[in-house]
């Protein structure tokens, strides 16, 4: 895999490029679809809407150069992320592995956990990977599959909140924060307290991490925190007054589609500011950021409940049908509270096309939170599909006096 190395002129150019914002292209591409975009834009509140869409120019030396449009766009507006913030959880992880290499511990090592507070819990096995024991990589090929929480939480596990959220700062996504494993009810005391774990080379220890604690609560100045008008407690009792999110994880679109530009385009920053990550994690992210649940062997999954277009929201929607064998969309979505959320790098291989898109859109008509009664199917699934398919036209319209060279991205799914 090529990794350029860029004089610093021409990085701070891409970086500046990258920070001038255009607020009415997309407002106007959607009013020209009142058919597909109408309701949305007639409750832009209601719906919650943000988009971040960015076009990608090459040069004669085929380096990128970015120019974002934004729609509704508000880093304090809180939105909830849910499965948005794994990528930044895989990132991190492989990042600590390569700072830990001198231990002997890889991305391929054994990986068991253990238990050390109220809640916590043991993984000694797993049953999806060929060798049937859990490791770094494997719990990044179910994220980046099927989105699994489990995987997520044990990746968190092993980097400490303390670290992930260090590494948001360190890496400019100051409106983010990660504070919590995924549906299992973690909040409080409990996701401060990480799990004892040990890694191990065939049957030799290489690293062993004691319990952490992290007592910080990583303030954000936020708004939108109380929302809707009651919500189901962890009884499933009705409790009737607005549901509180204020120590939920955070994570802004435009961090998000950030954090994406730099995975995807490392040579486009500076040194000092890309992931520490090897010519191996790249592909490993980006091969199964890419790949369809039914192309993988280890874990295998069953193509009727994971079926090829399932985590392709900005585009496919979650509709069943075959993917276009010349796109590949590199993306991490997730959906809950009844938003849906996706950030893409988008790509067609035979039409030189390539873009970023990132957004949200909540749907939830009777205001009560947690009752898993939310119009994906008849709101959000629809928008995301209606607006990556816009976007989509619009790219094939767009000249480009420099067709980009993507064979970085025609990868191996055997």
Not at 139 to 158: G, H, M, P, Q, V
Not at 160 to 186: F, H, T, V, Y
Not at 307 to 312: F, I, L, Q, R, V
Request: with cysteine; aromatic share 14%; net charge positive.
């Amino acid at each position: 895999m090529k990794l350029f190395t860029i004089p610093a002129l021409i990085v701070m150019s891409l970086t500046a490029n990258a920070q001038k914002t255009d607020t009415v292209f997309l407002k106007k591409l959607m009013e020209s679809k009142p058919e597909l975009f109408g309701s949305i834009l007639n409750h832009p509140d209601k719906n919650q809407v943000q988009i971040l869409y960015t076009q990608i120019n090459r040069d004669a030396k085929n380096l990128p150069h970015f120019k974002t449009f934004s729609y509704n766009l508000n880093p304090q507006h809180y939105f909830y992320p849910a499965s948005t913030v794994k990528l930044a959880a895989v990132i991190f992880a492989l990042e600590k592995v390569n700072r830990l290499k001198n231990t002997g511990l890889t991305a391929k090592s054994t990986m068991i956990t253990d238990s050390a507070f109220s809640g916590q819990t043991k993984v000694l096995k797993d049953a999806s990977a060929e060798n049937g024991l859990p490791s770094i990589e494997h719990y990044i090929k179910k994220i980046l599959l099927t989105s699994d929480n489990d995987a997520f939480n044990r990746l968190f596990e092993f980097i400490g909140r303390a670290e992930i959220n260090e590494k948001l700062k360190r890496n400019g996504l100051n409106n983010s924060r990660i504070l919590n494993r995924l549906a299992i009810g973690d909040a409080g005391e409990s996701s401060k307290h990480t799990n004892p774990i040990r890694f191990y080379n065939n049957n030799n220890l290489v690293y062993e991490q004691a319990p952490q604690y992290d007592p910080k609560d990583y303030e954000l100045p936020l708004t939108n925190l109380v929302m809707g008008k009651g919500y189901l407690d962890s009884a499933d009792k009705l409790v009737n007054k607005p549901f509180n999110l204020a120590g939920k994880n955070a994570f802004a679109i435009n961090d998000q589609q950030k954090l994406m530009q730099k995975l995807i385009f490392p040579e486009a920053f500076a040194a000092k500011d890309r992931f520490n990550l090897t010519a191996n994690d790249y592909k490993l992210i980006y091969t199964y950021m890419s790949m369809y649940p039914t192309e993988s062997k280890f874990p295998k999954y069953d193509g009727t409940e994971f079926w090829p277009t399932y985590a392709k929201m900005l585009y496919y929607g979650r509709e069943h049908v075959q993917p276009d064998p010349n796109i590949r969309i590199f993306n991490k979505y997730g959906d809950s509270y009844g938003f849906i959320i996706d950030n893409s790098y988008f790509v067609d291989l035979d039409k030189g096309i390539e873009y970023f898109l990132t957004a949200v859109v909540q749907s939830n008509e009777d205001g009560i939170y947690n009752d898993n009664k939310y119009e994906y199917e008849t709101v959000c699934f629809p928008f995301m599909k209606n607006l990556g398919k816009s976007i989509y036209e619009a790219e094939l319209q767009r000249t480009r006096k420099h067709k980009p060279d993507l064979t970085k991205f025609e990868l191996n799914y055997q």
